[in-house]
C-alpha cells in the first residue's frame, strides 16, 4: 500500500494493497477501499463506506459523512460506491437515512466534478456525467448515462431518466423524461430527444426517430398526458426505449416536465 506518512488511516479501515492514500487524507473507522482506488491529498473518506475498484478522490472530496437530515439521530447508515468513478475537487456525498432505504448508492464509471453534492439516500446508475456544482436533495434517483448540467439544482424524490440531458441551472422539481433534453426555461421545456447522446450510447437511428415521434405526442400535440401515451401505445412502436418512456411516465409520483 503505497500511504503518505501525514495520512491518517482508521486501525479498522479496510484498505487494498494496490490503493494509494496521498498527504493528509484521512481515511475513517468501517470505510472500505478496493483495488486500485486513489484518495488524494486532503479528501476524506468516512464510514460506514464500501468503495469498489479503481476509484479516484481528489483534493478536499468529502465522502460517507452522516445526512444533512433533522431527523437523522446518529443511525447506523451506509454509503456504496461501485467501480471506477471520479470524484473532483470538493464533492461531498452523505450517507443514507434510519428512514428511508437507509443507503445512499453510486453505480460505475460515474463522473462527478467538482462541488457536486450527493444527499442521503440518493441512488445513482452508471455512466452519469453531474458537471460542476450540481448538487442532489435526499433521495433523488439518476437514470445511467445521464448528464446533469452545471449548477442544477435537484428536488428531493424525484427521478432523472436514463440517457436524459438536463441543461445548466435547471431547477428540477419534477421527474426528467429519458432520452430528452430538457432546459432551463421557467417552466422547464423538453425540447426533443438528445440525439448526440444517444448515438454515442449506441441506440439506433430507428429507435431515436420512434422516440421523435413519441416526443412530439407528449409534448408538443394538444393531448393531455394520458391521452398522449394512449396514443404512442396505439401506434405499436417496437422500440424499447418508448416502452422505457412511457413506463418511466407511468410510475412518476411528482409528475413529468413537458
Do not use: W
Not at 100 to 129: E, P, S
Amino acid at each position: 500500500m503505497k500511504v503518505h506518512p501525514t495520512a491518517i488511516i482508521h486501525p479498522k479501515a479496510e484498505i487494498a494493497e494496490s490503493a494509494v492514500v496521498g498527504p493528509y487524507a484521512v481515511i475513517g473507522e468501517g470505510v472500505e477501499l478496493d483495488e486500485d482506488s486513489e484518495v488524494m491529498a486532503h479528501a476524506v473518506l468516512a464510514g460506514p463506506t464500501k468503495i469498489g475498484k479503481g476509484n479516484r478522490f481528489f483534493p478536499f472530496a468529502s465522502i460517507g459523512q452522516p445526512p444533512q437530515d433533522m431527523k437523522y439521530q446518529g443511525e447506523p447508515t451506509r454509503l456504496e460506491i461501485g467501480d471506477g468513478n471520479t470524484f473532483r475537487e470538493s464533492v461531498t456525498v452523505h450517507r443514507g437515512t434510519a428512514q428511508a432505504v437507509g443507503v445512499t448508492r453510486i453505480g460505475n464509471f460515474n463522473l462527478l466534478m467538482a462541488y457536486v453534492h450527493i444527499a442521503h439516500d440518493c441512488q445513482l446508475g452508471n455512466h452519469i456525467v453531474m458537471a460542476n456544482g450540481a448538487s442532489l436533495a435526499g433521495h433523488v434517483e439518476i437514470g445511467d448515462h445521464a448528464i446533469i448540467g452545471a449548477f442544477c439544482g435537484i428536488h428531493q424524490f424525484t427521478r432523472i431518466g436514463a440517457h436524459s440531458f438536463l441543461g445548466a441551472y435547471t431547477v428540477v422539481n419534477k421527474d426528467i423524461l429519458p432520452f430528452m433534453k430538457t432546459t432551463t426555461e421557467r417552466p422547464m421545456t423538453v425540447l426533443g430527444p438528445n440525439r448526440i447522446g444517444l448515438e454515442r450510447d449506441g441506440i439506433s437511428q430507428d429507435a431515436i426517430e420512434e422516440l421523435e415521434v413519441a416526443f412530439r405526442l407528449l409534448c408538443r400535440s394538444k393531448l393531455n398526458t394520458t391521452q398522449a401515451l394512449e396514443a404512442i401505445e396505439q401506434r405499436g412502436f417496437s422500440s424499447e426505449h418508448v416502452k422505457t418512456l412511457v413506463e418511466f411516465i407511468r410510475r412518476s409520483e411528482r409528475g413529468v416536465a413537458k
